[in-house]
């Protein structure tokens, strides 16, 4: 395939590495300060772009995704911050006929882990005593706090226990890529579930397998609908 990256940040380069090893053409790459308001996101510049992989900041992702979705690029976007608008782009792909995965998170992992963790919420139904909360914690470069993926994780468990607050507590410090835990605790004892990732390739691998995908599918997903493809 042929990939655009847009964002030549720490998972920009390391998608665009990966993809190199696994026989893919990168088309461009396209940085930050080039591409205020999506300027650079000429058809020119993406022309035979199979798909392209969206990592940047919360204030630059609407103006990349209205873009590419104009140019119909098929999208994978894994910058997180923004999903307050996501119903106006919802229409914007509906209307063009596009395509977009977006994803707070590309590892596989996390996405098991949600799943238990809505499992266990589900086991403290009906246990008042126990307190609840939610700690993560990313590198200090990482841009938006709570991560989307505990404000995700947030988001699912409060479905399942609305009486729950279920609060976030955020930590950005050194190098770390990412760390997120729920937590039930009494003065007596205390249970917890965590995923820890240990270095970016694992995001990279997802992301690229969501862009291997992607192509031919029509319509606004998230990394779920790869993932477990056969239960939707």
Not at 34 to 49: K, P
Request: charged content about 20%.
């Amino acid at each position: 395939m042929h990939i655009s990256i847009i964002g030549n940040g720490k998972m920009g380069k390391a998608v665009a590495a990966l993809a190199a090893q696994r026989g893919h053409t990168i088309q461009t790459v396209v940085a930050g300060p080039e591409n205020r308001a999506g300027r650079a996101l000429t058809a020119e510049r993406l022309s035979g772009t199979d798909v392209a992989l969206e990592f940047t900041r919360p204030d630059a992702v609407l103006p990349n995704l209205e873009r590419l979705i104009d140019l119909d690029i098929p999208t994978v976007t894994g910058t997180t911050g923004w999903t307050e608008q996501l119903p106006a782009i919802e229409l914007l792909v509906q209307r063009k006929g596009g395509a977009l995965l977006y994803a707070a998170n590309f590892s596989v992992g996390v996405h098991l882990f949600l799943r238990v963790a809505r499992a266990l919420a589900q086991c403290f139904r009906g246990w008042p005593d126990f307190t609840e909360a939610i700690h993560e914690e990313h590198h200090a470069s990482k841009v938006d706090a709570p991560s989307g993926t505990a404000l995700l994780l947030q988001q699912q468990l409060r479905e399942i226990e609305p009486r729950r607050r279920f609060p976030i507590t955020s930590t950005r410090t050194g190098e770390a890529p990412g760390t997120h835990t729920i937590s039930y605790e009494t003065p007596q004892e205390t249970v917890t579930l965590g995923h820890i990732s240990r270095g970016r390739d694992v995001f990279a691998a997802g992301a690229l397998a969501a862009a291997e995908w992607l192509p031919g599918h029509r319509g606004v997903f998230t990394f779920d609908d790869l993932l477990f493809e056969a239960e939707h």
